[in-house]
C-alpha cells in the first residue's frame, strides 16, 4: 500500500503511513497534558507560597492550586513588565507570585478580622 507517495514498508500506524492523523492526536495529547502540568505547577507553587508566608492559611487543595494559578498569572505579568520575558515564569515565577498574592490575602483578611474585633469590643453587654 502506497500512501501520499511513501512506501508503507516498516510502517506501525494502523492508517499507514500518513501523519496528518497523527499529528492531529499528538497536538491534542500534548494540550491535554499541558494543562494537567499547569494545575500541578499550580498547586506546588501554592503550596510553597503557603510554606514560606507565616500564619494561618484554612484552605484546601483546590483552593492552593487555584492560589498557585493565580500566582502564575501574577508572576506572568510581573515577568512581562519588569523584564520583558514573554517565556513564561515557571515555578519560581509562579511561587514569587502566589506570595504576593498570599500576603496581599493575608493584608486584606487581618483588616476585617481587626476590624470585626474591634467591634465586638465595642458592644456593651
Request: net charge positive; hydrophobic share 50%.
Amino acid at each position: 500500500m502506497i500512501s501520499a507517495g511513501r512506501s508503507s514498508a516498516g510502517c506501525t500506524l494502523p492508517r499507514g503511513c500518513d501523519t496528518q492523523g497523527l499529528w492531529t492526536h499528538a497536538a491534542g495529547y500534548a494540550q491535554a497534558m499541558s494543562i494537567i502540568a499547569f494545575l500541578v505547577i499550580g498547586l506546588i507553587a501554592g503550596a510553597l507560597a503557603r510554606l514560606i508566608v507565616p500564619g494561618r492559611d484554612p484552605m484546601g487543595l483546590v483552593a492552593t492550586m487555584v492560589l498557585g494559578i493565580g500566582g502564575a498569572i501574577v508572576g506572568g505579568f510581573l515577568a512581562r513588565a519588569l523584564f520583558h520575558d514573554t517565556n513564561g515564569v515557571g515555578l519560581f515565577g509562579s511561587t514569587v507570585g502566589a506570595v504576593i498574592l498570599l500576603v496581599l490575602w493575608h493584608a486584606f483578611v487581618r483588616r476585617q478580622r481587626s476590624g470585626l474585633r474591634g467591634m465586638r469590643n465595642r458592644v456593651v453587654h
